[in-house]
């Protein structure tokens, strides 16, 4: 089974400082992870993927985010917050289970963190 | 080129109703996939098709949920005897069909059962 825990409900932050979600799943099998970005009445946008090749992964908007499997972590990062990066952050898995299942493709998400950005 | 598309946007029924929500996926997407996602929450799985066919729908919450893709594109989400609990945003995704390849997510149709 698969899940993810967001640490975080919600992050505030002033422009122009970094930026931390974090995240960590649980997976029975070499999982592929995901953020997806929500915006107020728009539709789900993919920042950036992990699948298995770097561990540091570089996304849209300058987002990026490091898998640690050691830590079972997928903590989503940016140098520099800008008022557009305010949304709400889910992290995902997606686990692909077993070789011979090959029926699974179902994203599992986290419940999501909300980003303020101060001026 | 055009991306998702779900309607209606918004739906209010009344508790006992039957409700259909329909998708059109990216062409040329194979898979499509389904998810709920109540006020707060994170979107929940519902049911993954291939082709025509479902592949998955392990995330169903009860007999009263049942989706069709006869064709292979298009699809509908139906729910009858429709409960308040029911009330979410009905998301649609669709893919090119591998484990990792990204789902295109659609703008939702949110289903208000009063």
């Known amino acids: 089974a698969q899940s993810v825990t967001q640490l975080d409900s919600h992050v505030s932050v002033s422009e122009g400082t970094p930026v931390l979600l974090r995240c960590n799943y649980s997976?029975?099998?070499?999982?592929?992870l995901f953020w997806y970005v929500q915006h107020p009445n728009k539709g789900l946008q993919l920042l950036l993927k992990?699948?298995?090749?770097?561990?540091l992964v570089k996304g849209i908007n300058g987002f990026e985010a490091e898998f640690k499997k050691s830590e079972t972590s997928f903590h989503l990062t940016k140098p520099s917050a800008h008022m557009s990066d305010a949304a709400e952050y889910f992290c995902?898995?997606?686990?692909?289970?077993?070789?011979?299942?090959?029926?699974?493709?179902?994203?599992?998400f986290g419940s999501g963190t909300r980003l303020q950005v101060q001026p | 080129g055009a991306g998702v598309s779900q309607t209606p946007s918004n739906k209010v029924t009344e508790k006992g109703k039957y409700v259909e929500l329909r998708c059109d996926p990216i062409?040329?997407?194979?898979?499509l996939y389904w998810y709920r996602q109540s006020l707060g929450q994170g979107p929940e799985f519902l049911i993954y098709?291939?082709?025509?066919?479902?592949?998955?729908d392990s995330g169903l919450p009860n007999d009263r949920f049942f989706a069709v893709r006869p064709e292979g594109s298009v699809s509908t989400l139906k729910i009858q005897r429709t409960e308040r609990g029911d009330s979410a945003v009905y998301l649609c995704?669709?893919?090119?069909?591998?484990?990792?390849?990204?789902?295109?997510f659609g703008p939702g149709t949110r289903l208000t059962v009063l």
């Open positions: 995704a669709s893919s090119l069909g591998g484990p990792s390849d990204e789902q295109f």
């Open positions: 997976s029975s099998y070499s999982p592929s």
């Open positions: 992990y699948t298995s090749a770097a561990t």
């Open positions: 995902v898995v997606s686990d692909p289970g077993s070789r011979e299942d090959t029926g699974r493709r179902a994203l599992t």
């Open positions: 062409s040329g997407h194979t898979a």
């Open positions: 098709f291939q082709g025509t066919g479902a592949a998955d």
